[in-house]
């Protein structure tokens, strides 16, 4: 149904373009290069036929499919980001198409030996007799979330060259600054306005997500005392030392690579620091908000606990949150949640209901007054250079549209 070549060769006219967002920026979006891809999308829109097409001064973009039926019918969105994660360069992308793969190792990068593997990631075997689309190794691929914007834009394309397809009002918006948690702070809902949403920001092939973690940032700055250490006896407060012993205090076990499905987790994220001062930041992931209450009371009582043994004042923290669990916002309209599952159905796909251990622009637009789940995309191995997409998944993902727009109008 959705042609193949196509959609390739879409997706890889948006990965091309470096979209790398930038924590350390204050500006909307927070790179100027993400203007590049902005700007082709608004044209690309206008070309395939879209309507009420805007771009406005912080790069958000909104668009509009007209119901093509008389019933009233609600009025739904599709939503992803343009941005890249600054987690790994995403500069000078080089997509490589692996045809019909064979289930074996693929060599990214011979000069560098940079290997993806099915010993080491088990999901490729699914996808044998598939084509891939992977990175040469030197960078991320950006299928996050440029394999969403491919298969939106492509949906839509669809449903207006073939009118026949019934469906009422859709709404799409393409963000910047997802990757650095900003992608919904400037996102205008009521001009959107849609009565629910999805993000097409997930990952393996059938992933449909409702709850995501709770979500909160915490940077600990320990004070400590220089003096020569011929003459330190006595007068040197060593940061290092403390930030160690603040570390060790945390349970290991609940540490990222340690945990799981709806586990919770401490994450050192960075660490600087002399001997004068030392900087800890975490990141604190809970799905359950009691016990993500917990963990910020944790880092609290440790550092009181702390300054206490030490008799001073010299380990201080900021814990500020970042966002919260979606599923409280999803459960009073379910229903949104079955189209889905029913679209998804519809496409030859077994769903996978599961909770993202993360965020998306969904679970801060659910809170803004956007209902809005997740749905997969197809990448793997996200922000980083094993990631790769399989071309199947982003047709099905455009299928999987296609049946919500027609399930709602339906309905």
């Known amino acids: 149904m959705i042609d193949k070549q196509h959609l390739i060769n879409r997706f890889i006219s948006y990965v091309t373009i470096d979209t790398e967002s930038n924590p350390k920026s204050t500006t909307t979006p927070s790179s100027e290069k993400q203007w590049n891809l902005a700007n082709k999308l608004v044209e690309e829109l206008k070309t395939i036929g879209m309507q009420e097409i805007s771009i406005d001064q912080n790069a958000y973009i909104m668009a509009t499919l007209s119901s093509n039926v008389n019933q009233e019918v609600p ?164 940061s290092l030392y403390i930030a160690t012993d603040f570390i060790n205090s945390l349970p290991r076990m609940e540490t990222p690579e340690l945990t799981e499905d709806r586990q919770g987790f401490f994450h050192l994220t960075a660490v600087s620091g002399k001997v004068d001062q030392t900087v800890l930041e975490y990141i604190i992931r809970d799905h359950n908000k009691d016990h993500f209450e917990a963990r910020k009371e944790m880092l609290q009582k440790l550092v009181r ?75 793997h191995n996200f922000h980083g250079r094993y990631e790769y997409v399989p071309v199947e998944s982003m047709q099905k993902a455009v299928e999987v549209i296609i049946n919500i727009a027609q399930l709602t109008a339906q309905k």
């Open 305 to 379: 606990e702390l300054n206490s043994q030490l008799n001073q004042e010299l380990i201080q923290i900021e814990i500020k949150d970042q966002y919260f669990n979606m599923r409280e916002k999803i459960e009073p309209v379910m229903h949104i949640v079955t189209i889905a599952e029913e679209a998804i159905k519809m496409a030859g796909i077994q769903p996978i209901v599961k909770p993202i251990r993360g965020g998306t622009d969904g679970s801060q637009l659910s809170y803004k007054g956007l209902p809005c789940p997740n749905i997969f995309a197809g990448g």
């Open 75 to 238: 009025t739904i969105g599709f939503i992803s980001h343009f941005d890249t994660s600054p987690d790994f360069t995403g500069a000078n992308v080089k997509p490589q198409i692996i045809e019909d793969y064979d289930g074996k190792d693929i060599v990214l990068n011979a000069v560098e030996n940079i290997v993806l593997s099915p010993d080491y990631f088990e999901d490729l075997l699914q996808y044998k007799g598939q084509t891939l689309i992977t990175t040469d190794g030197t960078t991320l691929l950006g299928a996050d979330d440029k394999a969403g914007i491919t298969e939106i834009v492509t949906a839509m394309e669809y449903l207006i060259q073939h009118p026949e397809i019934k469906h009422g009002k859709i709404r799409i918006g393409f963000t910047p600054d997802e990757e650095i948690g900003r992608g919904a702070h400037k996102f205008d809902v009521e001009k959107f306005g849609a009565e629910w949403a999805y993000t097409m920001d997930g990952s393996q092939i059938g992933e449909l997500e409702f709850e995501n973690f709770n979500a909160a940032g915490a940077v600990v700055t320990i004070q400590g005392k220089i003096v020569h250490p011929g003459y330190a006896k006595g007068k040197m407060i060593n």
